[in-house]
C-alpha cells in the first residue's frame, strides 16, 4: 500500500549540503518501507531546497513542495467542518429540532483530556487547540446542540495512510505544527474524530535540541501514538547518524525514563523494517489499565459489595469472573499487563441523554475516564464514532422467551396417523365404492341371472365397503364367482384398504408413544395473540430507543405493553417456566439462564426462545478511548482466542460455573424425566382407545333408547290391555327366526 510522506520543514537558516544530503537519505530509506510518496512543506524559498532535494529528484522519488505559511493560511480559510448528529436524546420528542440554542452548556476543555496516566510526569507543556472557539483562545468552550467544535481539514483526504516528517529548530515551530495538527482534531458529543493523529500514520520529528524531545512527548495526543520517533544528530555526527526517540508507554512498569533511544542510523545502518524505529509494543511490561465493566450474564459475573464494607457508585462489585473475564486474562497473561475495574456511575451500557451527550459504558471510553469498558459492548455505527474499537468476538441480539409448546391431548392420537384430508376421504371412499358396489352387483347380476344379496342391497353395500376398510374378512361370498366385473372390484377395494389398515397401524403406536406438540411462539405478532403478558429490563440500550420511536403498530403494542423487570446480572425467567408470562431480553442473557435452570442433563431447554431478533444483530467487543497505543495489538491477541476457540470454550465454562453457582446457593435445576423409547404402553398411550370404546358404548346405549321409542311409539295406539307389544312376547318366547347378522342390524 503506498503511504503519502510529508516534509514539514522549518528552518531558521540555511542548511549545509553534506547534512540535507544524508537527511535526504534518511527520507529516501523512509519512504522506501511503505512505498511512500513525499511532500515536503518549509519555510524557506524552493530555490533553498536543492540540496534538500537532490538526492530525491536523482532517485526518481515522487514528491511535492508546500510552504508551512501557506498551508496554515488555507487551512484557516477552509470552511468549518459541523458537528454531526446520529441520535436524538434518550426521551426527545421527533419534533424538537438540534437548533435549540437554549439548551446549552459549559464543557470544559478538560472533559475530554483522557484521565490515563501513560506516566508519572507533569500535564502537557504545550497548550493545544483541539477544542478552540477561536485561534488564539484555550479553556472554556460554549457548545449548543447543533454546533460543537468544528476542526479544519489539514490535509487532503486522497490517502488512507500517512507518515509526516517534521523538521524543526525552534520551541515556537513546533508549537506551530502541532498547533496545525490539533485543528484537525473534531471533538463533538456524539462525534470523535482523531484526525491526523490515527494510530496509522507515521510520525517523524527531527529536532535540535533533546529539550524539543521533552516538549515533543508532553503532548496529550501524541504521545499516545504507536508510531511517533523523535530523531537527533548522534553528537560528533552532526548530519551523518541520527538517532530514534520514542515515548515507552510503558515505562512506568519497568522503572525506566519515559523516553527511550530504539535506533541508531547511519548509512552503513539503514532501517529494514518500520517497528525498529518506533515502540515495541510486544510487552506491556506490567502496565496498569483502568478498566470501566457492568456485570451481565455470561460476559461479567460479579458480587456486589455492600455500602457498610465500601460499596459506591463506581466500585459497586468484585470477585469477578465471566467468559470475558477469561478473554481479559488471557490478554493480560500475553501482553504483560495488570489492571483495575470499575463501574460507571449511572449503571447503563451507553445511549444518547437529552444534552446529546452519551451515557454509561460509552461515556467512560469516549471522554477517556478509563483504558476501555468491556461486556457486551456492542460495536455498532453511532458509538464508533466516539470510541476505538476491537475487533467482535460474538454475536447477539434482541430476542424473547415463551413456554415450551404443551404437548396436544393425546386421545386425539387415533386421529393423527392422517391429516384431515385423509380421513374425510376415506369417508368418501366408502360411501363412492359402496355406491359402485350396489350398481355393479345389480347390473351384472341381471346380466348372469343370480342375485347378489352382499352387495345388492343398498345398506349392506355400504356396510361391506366399511368392513373391508377396517380390516373385515368378506372372502367368503362365493357367489360372484361368475361375475368378473364385481370380484374385479372386491379385489381392487381389498388391496387399497389392506394399504391404509397397514399404514394406520404401522403411525397410530409412534402418536401414542410420542406425543404431538402445540406450534412454538416464533413472531412478535404470536406473542401478542398469545395473550401472555411480557416483561422486559431496560438496559439503557439504543434499541430501546427504537422500540419506543418505531411506527410498526407490533412494536407500538411491544413496548406499550411492557411490564419493566428489575435488572439483574442473569435474567430471571422463572415466570416463563409455569407458563404465566414471556420474557423479552438479550440472547447473550436468555441462553446461559435456559442452560443453568431450565433444561434437561441432556441440554434440552425447557422453555422456548425465538430464533429470530427482534432487531438487527450486534457485534459485541471492547471499546476504547479514541486516542491509544495499544488497541491494534489487543486485537491480535483477541484473534489469536477466537481462531483457537477458546472463545465458546470460555463461555461453556462459564455456564457451568453458573449451574454449580446457582446449585450452591439453593437453587436445584428444573428437570423433567424424558420417557424412554422402548416401553410398555401406558393408559396414557391408550386413552384414545378408552374414549373410543366409551363413546362407542354410549352411541350403542342411545341407538337402542331410539329403537324402543320408535316400535313404543308405533305400538302406542294398541290398547294397554292387551298387553306387551308382539314383539316383546316374540322375544321373551324365543320365537325369532335367526336371521344374518348383517340383515337386522339394517332392519
Known sequence: ???????????????????TNRISELLQNLAQLGNTELSIITDFPISQQFHALRELNSLDTPHYSYSVKELRRKQLDLPVEPCPIFGEGHGIAKNITHHDEEQSEEISHSLFNSSIKWGDEDKPKIDHSSLQGKDDEVGTVRYTRDMHYKRRPFFPWNKFHR???VWVTKPDSLREVLKMFDATIMHCKQKIEPGIFNTQTRFYFYLESYDLVQDLFSHDKLRRLPRVAAILDTEGFKGE?????????????????????????????????????????????????TIATNPWSHHVLADEIPEDEGGTPTNKYRNYWGYEIDLLEFTARVLNFQYTLVNPADGNWGHIEMDGTWSGLVAEAAMGSVDFVICDMFIVYGRVQVFDATIPFDLDFMAFVTPNPHPV???????????????????????????????????????????FQEWAILKDSFWYAYGTLVGESI??????????????LIGTWVIFCMIATYSYGGSVKSFMTNPLFTQPIRTLEELIDSGLPWGMVLYGEEEEEMMAESTDPVIQVIWRDKIVTEYSQVPQIEGVYLGKKAFIDWKS????????????????????????????????????????????????????????????????????????????????????????????LSLDDLQGVFYLVLLALLGSVLTLMLELLKKYCGQSQRSFVAGPPNWLHKATNEKIEHEPVFKYMYY
Open 1 to 19: 500500500m503506498k503511504r503519502h510522506l510529508i516534509f514539514l520543514q522549518s528552518m531558521v537558516h540555511i542548511f549545509m549540503a553534506k547534512g
Open 163 to 165: 507518515s509526516i516528517f
Open 241 to 289: 547518524k541520527f538517532t530514534f526517540h520514542n515515548y515507552d508507554f510503558f515505562h512506568d512498569g519497568r522503572g525506566t525514563t519515559n523516553i527511550t533511544m530504539s535506533y541508531v542510523w547511519s548509512p552503513q545502518r539503514r532501517i529494514d523494517q518500520v517497528a525498529d524505529v518506533f515502540t515495541n509494543l510486544s510487552d506491556f511490561h506490567e502496565h496498569h489499565f
Open 409 to 451: 391431548p393425546k386421545w386425539l392420537s387415533l386421529l393423527r396417523p392422517f391429516q384431515p384430508l385423509v380421513w374425510t376421504l376415506f369417508g368418501l371412499s366408502v360411501l363412492v365404492i359402496g355406491l359402485i358396489f350396489w350398481g355393479t352387483a345389480i347390473i351384472e347380476g341381471y346380466h348372469v341371472g343370480d342375485h
Open 475 to 488: 372372502t367368503r361370498d362365493t357367489r360372484s364367482q361368475n361375475a368378473p366385473a364385481l370380484r374385479f
Open 589 to 680: 442473557g436468555l441462553e446461559p439462564a435456559i442452560f443453568v435452570r431450565y433444561s434437561n442433563p441432556d441440554g434440552t431447554p425447557l422453555i422456548y426462545k425465538s430464533p429470530n431478533p427482534v432487531f438487527m444483530p450486534n457485534l459485541p467487543g471492547w471499546a476504547f478511548y479514541t486516542f491509544n497505543p495499544v488497541r491494534p495489538r489487543f486485537d491480535e491477541t483477541i484473534q489469536r482466542a477466537i481462531e483457537a476457540g477458546l472463545i465458546d470454550f470460555w463461555k461453556f465454562r462459564t455456564w457451568y460455573r453458573m449451574k454449580e453457582k446457582s446449585r450452591l446457593d439453593g437453587v436445584e435445576p428444573i428437570r423433567i424425566e424424558k420417557r424412554a423409547n422402548i416401553r410398555s
